[in-house]
């Protein structure tokens, strides 16, 4: 577990380097995960690099390209695809229990300034 942890933070710390050496700035970083601004072709050479097309130990995985992206705070945010489609990730606000919440309405609420109720 150790080896895997340590391997993670070091794969990530690359990602982050060259992520800088083609010009993106990072919008979000988890323990796992990388949101950034890129073009078409930035995201190619980014994607050269570290996404390998079969699933391998300390290769990223592109789950998504979205128009734009709120964050609240750590594990909780909200990307936006081109279609208005979304999805997000909000640790405490269970995804079975707000099947018909408008998520998107409500963070942007949080980030107005109000504070919300979830159906929770």
């Known amino acids: 577990y150790g080896y895997v ?4 933070k070091m794969s990530m710390q690359e990602d982050f380097q060259v992520l800088r050496l083609i ?10 995960s990388i949101l950034f601004r890129a ?9 050269d690099r570290f996404v ?10 592109l789950e998504g390209e979205y128009e734009s992206a709120k964050m609240l705070a750590a594990k909780k945010y909200i990307c936006i695809k081109a279609s208005g489609d979304y999805e997000w990730a909000c640790n405490g606000m269970p ?14 609420s949080v980030l107005a300034g109000n504070v919300d109720d979830v159906d929770y």
């Open 23 to 32: 010009g993106r700035q990072i919008c979000y970083t988890d323990t796992d």
């Open 52 to 61: 390998p097309v079969t699933k391998a130990l300390g290769g990223m995985e």
């Open 95 to 108: 995804a079975r229990s707000n099947t018909k919440t408008d998520v998107l309405a409500k963070f942007s």
């Open 5 to 8: 942890m340590g391997y993670s």
């Open 39 to 47: 073009t078409k072709a930035q995201l190619k050479l980014y994607k």
